[in-house]
């Protein structure tokens, strides 16, 4: 079957500017996760869902970050007023479960952000 | 909070030499340990999982075991081939609280030469 997907695949945007991240998990898959990899940085956890709830928003760098997921299915991860610091992949992964047994993740292509 | 360390790179190898990457961790609870591989211009995908103390996973000549008393996760392949030059990441799971928060380390990059 399909694996994730990421949309859009390159984002260039102009600081200050809104951008909304798209992900569409595997069907099926009831956890979806968002990840920041900055180069040398390695992988930055932002935010998972189980189902369409957020247990953790901890891990957002900030309250222009805010991610959604509706019908159990796709996900949105909204950056408003862009900083230049703000460029980076973002990436997507799911997995059948966030617990448990069943929560190797399957990672999407990512999406390239920059803000110049 | 949990943490996991790696080995910084990056480490360049022969063909055929043998690869240790170290990952050590800390975590509350039990967590399940993983790695996930990065070729290049590739998304990450998941290398091999261990899901309880000494458990050794394995995948692609690739092993790592599950060390609780040294709560490390070493991976290991006795020779390497140049295709396996990619980014390796450690990775932890647990389940704390009602809450999720997966662990990942910084990376660490394999060149591998002819």
């Known amino acids: 079957g399909a694996g994730v997907s990421q949309s859009p695949s390159n984002k260039v945007t102009e600081k200050g500017k809104d951008v909304e991240l798209r992900c569409d998990p595997i069907s099926g898959h009831t956890a979806l996760y968002w990840y920041r990899q900055s180069l040398g940085q390695g992988l930055e956890f932002l935010i998972y869902f189980q189902g369409n709830s957020a247990p953790d928003k901890s891990g957002l760098p900030s309250d222009r970050f805010s991610a959604e997921r509706t019908g159990g299915s796709v996900s949105t991860l909204t950056i408003q007023r862009t900083q230049q610091e703000d460029s980076a992949v973002y990436l997507c992964?799911?997995?059948?479960?966030?617990?448990?047994?069943?929560?190797?993740?399957?990672f999407g292509p990512g999406t390239r952000l920059t803000v110049l | 909070g949990n943490s996991v360390t790696q080995m910084e790179g990056p480490v360049t190898l022969s063909e055929e030499a043998f690869l240790t990457i170290n990952c050590t961790y800390t975590a509350t609870g039990y967590p399940s340990l993983f790695w996930y591989v990065q070729y290049p211009g590739e998304g990450l995908q998941l290398l091999l999982k261990a899901t309880k103390a000494d458990d050794k996973g394995s995948n692609k000549g690739f092993e790592a075991t599950y060390r609780k008393e040294t709560t490390s996760f070493h991976l290991e392949k006795g020779s390497v081939q140049v295709s396996d030059s990619a980014v390796y990441f450690c990775?932890?799971?647990?389940?704390?609280?009602?809450?999720?928060?997966?662990?990942f380390g910084r990376g660490t990059s394999l060149i591998v030469h002819p």
């Open positions: 990775a932890l799971s647990v389940t704390s609280g009602g809450s999720y928060i997966p662990t």
């Open positions: 992964a799911s997995s059948l479960e966030a617990s448990g047994g069943y929560n190797e993740q399957f």
